[in-house]
């Protein structure tokens, strides 16, 4: 079942904060995140497995609370790099598929 | 530098006649997907290869097949395209499908048109 995602669409001016937001109505093994830039492939950011954990990747973090079937990404400080479509892909238990959610695009402004 | 590399990047193709996508990768992973991605769209599986495994999944239309003749290769053939195929076709590889060990990292993808 597809992840849902939150919010669809947000524009940041570059120094800025923003939180989106990934979550599932089944319990989740792992929950991945990448970012797609227009007519790119998507890149790996991180990958969050089952135990609650928060990782980081620069001024990118994320968390995965696994009881709650829910995840989020904070990126901070923001730079017009960033700029592009954030994909959460969740994998459930036994099930290998890692089934994406339908994007957040973000837009950094100078 | 390892990596997933796709050929070619840009593949038109006219109704009907058979089409063939290519996926190489120098990870040596054991596991390779092939996604789907329409406009605005999140990447859709198509199927992937775990070792010499295939693994269809259910909605994949009969249209759509793959090959894996070795570790390092895996093809998509499409035997009749029409024109809802067009779309940016990935591949996508994975050390394996479990235990942390599950992080797919995808190719540059190729882009199908349909006269």
């Known amino acids: 079942q597809q992840p849902v995602q939150s919010p669809q669409a947000v524009i940041l001016r570059e120094g800025e904060d923003a939180v989106i937001n990934c979550s599932s109505s089944k319990a989740l093994y792992s929950v991945h995140w990448y970012r797609q830039k227009h007519g790119e492939a998507p890149v790996f950011l991180m990958i969050l497995l089952k135990g609650g954990e928060q990782k980081g990747h620069e001024k990118i973090s994320a968390s995965f609370n696994e009881k709650k079937q829910q995840s989020s990404l904070y990126l901070t400080a923001s730079q017009l790099s960033y700029s592009g479509t954030y994909f959460c892909?969740?994998?459930?238990?036994?099930?290998?598929?890692?089934?994406f959610g339908k994007g957040t695009l973000l837009t950094v402004n100078p | 530098d390892a990596m997933v590399i796709q050929n070619p990047r840009y593949q038109v193709t006219q109704f009907g006649k058979p089409v063939t996508l290519s996926c190489s990768q120098t990870?040596?992973?054991?596991?390779m997907y092939w996604y789907q991605q329409k406009s605005s769209q999140a990447p859709k599986l198509l199927f992937h290869?775990?070792?010499?495994?295939?693994?269809n999944e259910a909605d994949t239309p009969d249209n759509f097949q793959s090959r894996r003749p070795n570790t390092s290769f895996c093809f998509l053939d499409i035997r009749s395209p029409g024109l809802g195929d067009a779309a940016m076709y990935l591949c996508?590889?994975?050390?394996?499908?479990?235990?942390?060990?599950?992080?797919?990292?995808f190719g540059p993808g190729t882009r199908l048109l349909v006269l």
């Open positions: 996508a590889t994975s050390r394996d499908r479990a235990g942390g060990q599950e992080t797919q990292y």
């Open positions: 290869y775990y070792d010499k495994d295939f693994n």
């Open positions: 892909g969740t994998r459930g238990g036994s099930n290998y598929k890692l089934t």
């Open positions: 990870l040596n992973h054991n596991v």
